[in-house]
């Protein structure tokens, strides 16, 4: 895996062109959102700040505890 080289703003575009013509103004940036939010993560992961399914599901229980 390896973080893209473009420049926000060509993700942005590309992003954008691969979306139909009649898609809504909330559609698009839902799209733009989910692109922003999968770059974070492949960064996260090839720099290592990942943590094992299993500590995620701990973390997860401890939360629903505190409710």
């Given at each position: 895996?390896?973080i ?9 575009i590309?992003?954008?062109q691969?979306?139909p013509?009649d ?9 733009l959102a989910?692109?922003r ?10 720099s290592?700040?990942t ?7 701990r973390?997860i229980q401890?939360w629903?505890?505190?409710?």
């Amino acid at each position: 895996m390896s973080i893209p080289t473009e420049s926000p703003k060509d993700q942005m575009i590309a992003i954008l062109q691969q979306q139909p013509e009649d898609s809504s103004y909330e559609e698009l940036l839902r799209e733009l959102a989910f692109g922003r939010v999968v770059d974070r993560g492949l960064r996260d992961l090839e720099s290592g700040r990942t943590i094992s399914n299993e500590e995620a599901c701990r973390q997860i229980q401890s939360w629903q505890k505190q409710k």
